[in-house]
């Protein structure tokens, strides 16, 4: 099974997280800026990761999915994930009530991978990060690598 793990990170946690769940599938991982079209060709997996930033996938995962063909998914199973903070860590109730409307990155973005033609293989999941910036929480690693092992499932 060819799979392929695209990510992109700022401070590294979601590059770890990438990296993860790369080894548990034995997929090529790549940041977002090294994919090619060559990457692409007779994928039958694509699983894509990025920081929540502002309640969305960065602007390189953004404009990438944008730039991939209509239907050039088709017959790839697709997932996606984020890494994003805990509200509840901030204690803001006015950020509370923005993630509730604006939720995460990891839904659009597995959207978007639909839209593309791609069959949803497992549902968005988020990963948390301590603080802003990270690290990762305990336990997230492997909570990641359970998730990426449903796609053999
Ligand atoms: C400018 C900025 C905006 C952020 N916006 C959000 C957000 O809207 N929701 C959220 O849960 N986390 C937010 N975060 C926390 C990031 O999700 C966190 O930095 C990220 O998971 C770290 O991943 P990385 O190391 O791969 O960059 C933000 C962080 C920064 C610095």
Redesign the pocket.
Known sequence: MKVLVV???????????AQCVGEALEAQTLQVGDVKAEHLASLDALIVG???????A?PAIKSWLKSLSPGSLQGVKVAAF??????KEVNSRI?TF??KI?G??AEPMATRLVKKGGAQAMPPA????K????PLKDGELERAAEWARQLLS
């Open positions: 990510y992109d990170s700022v401070f590294g946690n979601t590059e770890k997280v990025s920081p929540t930033r502002a309640f969305s960065t984020d890494t994003r903070m805990d509200v950020l923005f993630v604006f995460y990155a988020g990963f948390f990060v603080g802003s910036e990270g």
